[in-house]
Nanobody
Framework: QVQLVESGGGLVQAGGSLRLSCAAS????????MGWFRQAPGKEREFVAG????????NYADSVKGRFTISRDNAKNTMYLQLNNLKPEDTAVYYC?????????????????WGQGTQVTVSS
């Protein structure tokens, strides 16, 4: 069982930036696609970004394209999400997740391990 630990969340003003990290335990990190999801109060968990096992392929939700960047460092067993030009509607708990396969999907059902989440709050 892999353990995922997110960090880097916080309170930021609109237009600001944050960098989230997801540290993974275990030796299979590089064999799996990874993803970031978020969940705002009263809303369902939604896909934000995904990255393939090698990092060569990425995909993003339309709402974050051009503002967020997903990356990974397999040597460090760590995935990142750079959040730029943040908006109040980006406020949510952000979760990292391990994909069931090497190519990430957008459905929560395509992921089998989840972190505990990190809060991102964007003030207007």
């Amino acid at each position: 069982q892999v353990q995922l630990v997110e960090s880097g969340g916080g309170l930021v003003q609109a237009g600001g930036s944050l960098r989230l990290s997801c540290a993974a335990s275990g030796r299979t990190f590089s064999a799996h696609g990874m993803g970031w999801f978020r969940q705002a109060p009263g809303k369902e968990r939604e896909f934000v970004a995904g990255i393939s096992w090698s990092g060569a392929s990425t995909n993003y939700a339309d709402s974050v394209k051009g503002r967020f960047t997903i990356s990974r460092d397999n040597a460090k067993n760590t995935m990142y999400l750079q959040l730029n030009n943040l908006k109040p509607e980006d406020t949510a708990v952000y979760y990292c997740a391990r994909g069931r396969g090497g190519i990430p999907g957008t459905s929560v059902y395509e992921y089998d391990n989840w972190g505990q989440g990190t809060q991102v709050t964007v003030s207007s």
